[in-house]
DNA sequence: AAACTTGGTTTTGTATATAAAACCATTTTT
DNA sequence: AAAAATGGTTTTATATACAAAACCAAGTTT
């Protein structure tokens, strides 16, 4: 690293804040002087900087954990890629078409979390709210993130000792070899679909978003009724591809 | 503040990634500069500084967004007290006996911050991830912490020439009016409800954690769709406050 | 209760981070 | 294509953040 244009000031801050991370509100000033070897004068006035932006709170007791206004920061950088925005963009001019609501994802161990969603006007929609969780095995979104894996990785990811598939609806996979059958043909066919398997009464299309590797870093659905669907099944999965390939790299 | 012991640098640190936030993918080191009126030189080795520690990223076109870093400790912010702890262990538990999801959360200016939540296994569920944030007023979670402040605090915090309420659902309150008689009735009775005020089809109940010294400092809810709030309406009620009491000192 | 710890607060001299200006590589204008 | 502007990088002088030590208030020890 340049070793000329660092700021010190915030290299501690940043040390600071990750010890007080780690052992959150047993740290005093005196602890952290002696761990990270920074002059309790220095301390002090790191500290007291660090509690009035409200990064840091002091307990009674005197000791620390991390503030507000980090967690409002985090939070902000976890909305931040770029591929939020293009989402936004492109999601609303599908859904304008299709009068349906598109969501992004991305894959967490076994579940999706849900990172944005454009929603249509429809008298009922599914609670995707950004921050969601479902079980990745249940959902096409999961489905079409777990074909990228390879058949190791899914047995890593649902080891045979494990308790079994949590089923949302009569419609969910039960097994590990259901589920490898059914990647196989997601990845295939490039999509994969959900009809009715985390929620009865909606069905669902994904498609995967690929970085410039290629690699799946998220992806994107459409969710709608059973009503909808059967009309619209086929422009949904147009769609979703469509949109997953302007999302990609 | 007291203005001796202040350490520039990481105000700086701060004023930075908060313009950064406001405009992720928007601003070159010429714009941080000039609207932050932080010499160009200066804001050189800042930025330098704050990316190396992984708190921004630089794009393609020089511009910033935060970072990971930043991310990865906002998280940990909200994993922090051992009110934590306590909830995450008596929550499990009334979960249990519920078969409802259970949220923690703090007050913070006019929004509700969500902090944890014990999630129960029902097919659809609320988005109250914890970094979330909804308006005090629509929630059962604030107006129950709102009801700590006295009415010249309310006056305060929702000047009468500020912006009207932003209304979630036909059901959430839009006056000032109707949000401090609503708290004199939650003031009374020792809890608030939601009835489809956040989200339609969603209710919840909410009741207050105090410190030693009475005050509010969090809250914690129950919430569950329409057809299971007929039915454990009542008991959900009991459950929270009994959650409340326990976490309170 | 006097002496000793412990841990937070002040003071002061010095090391260093920052502002200003010069610099340079690209891009835009004429 | 020369001139001007834009925006990132370097240099240098100075303002200021930090380390060390002294200080003080509370709590322990004997």
Known sequence: MDDKYRVPAIERAHLILK?????PGKLKLIDLSRTLAINKSSMYS???TLENLGWVEKETGETYRLGRELSRLGHAAFQRSNLNETFHKEASLAKLRLGESFQLAKLDGREVLYIAKEEALTPVRLASEPGMRLPAHATALGKVMLA???NDDID????ADQEPFSHLTVNSMTTVQALKLSLEQIREQGYALDLEEAVIGFSCAAAPIRNAQGQVIAAVSCSMMLPQWEQKKQSCIEEVCKLAHQLSD
Chains 1, 2 share one sequence.
Do not use: M
């Not at 010890?19 to 052992?23: A, F, N, R, Y």
């Not at 890593?156 to 080891?159: C, G, I, N, T, V």
């Open 46 to 48: 790191l500290l007291l």
């Open 19 to 23: 010890e007080i991370s780690q052992h």
């Open 156 to 159: 890593a990811l649902y080891p």
């Open 148 to 150: 990228d894996l390879s």
